[in-house]
């Protein structure tokens, strides 16, 4: 796939990422971002979409039909885990340049790995989009900060789409877009706002 990944894991993180993309990719899916978490002792958390940006509990279910064989054999975490496998919800990570794209104009929330206009946090609209990073209008710049920065995509260490009303009536609109293209019922409501089905 072209869209590959900017922001990627570290560590463990990684390592799963690196054995489990490839089988995602095949399965027709993108990975958007994975966790390990100790949530209920350890949890797996595998987020993941169409390429059209859809995610229903079905496809849920067949990323993690395809990928726990991958799982049972390479064995990545040395102790029992839960598997949640989810899609990434409205307020979702950006974690491609298409990304950055599709979402222009919405409000973001980002931390840089190094200052960039000698801040790390920043929060803002996206203004414009380049191969090498993207234009961001600020949100509550005071006097004498820059209101329009520049953000090098390579000095991203995460981005997220921040909830508003202008967001979700976006996310509804996109969703039924992506519907409508691949045929499916456009009343057939599984889009449940927090955009989250999961399979374990």
């Avoid at 049972?72 to 839960?82: C, F, G, I, M, S």
């Avoid at 200052?115 to 609209?125: D, M, S, T």
């Avoid at 329009?148 to 009303?165: H, K, M």
Wanted: charged share 30%; with cysteine; hydrophobic share 40%.
């Amino acid at each position: 796939m072209t869209d590959k990944r900017i922001i990627i894991e570290q560590g463990l993180e990684a390592r799963i990422a690196t054995l489990l993309e490839p089988v995602i990719e095949q399965l027709g899916y993108r990975l958007v971002r994975i966790r390990v978490s100790a949530l209920n002792g350890t949890t797996l958390q595998i987020m993941a979409e169409r390429p059209d940006g859809t995610m229903s509990v079905e496809d849920c279910e067949a990323v993690s039909r395809g990928i726990s064989p991958v799982l049972d054999v390479e064995d990545p975490l040395d102790r029992a885990y839960h598997l949640e496998i989810s899609s990434p919800g409205i307020d979702r990570p950006l974690v491609r340049i298409g990304d950055f794209q599709a979402w222009a104009g919405q409000l973001i929330k980002l931390e840089t790995n190094r200052l960039v206009a000698n801040r790390k946090r920043f929060r803002g609209r996206i203004l414009s989009v380049s191969d090498e990073g993207f234009t961001l209008d600020r949100d509550g710049a005071t006097e004498g900060e820059e209101r329009v920065v520049e953000i090098p995509f390579d000095s991203l260490a995460e981005a997220r789409l921040i909830l508003t009303d202008d967001l979700i009536a976006a996310s509804l609109k996109a969703d039924k877009a992506a519907r409508k293209a691949r045929g499916l019922p456009l009343e057939d409501d599984d889009f449940d706002g927090a955009g989250a089905p999961t399979a374990h």
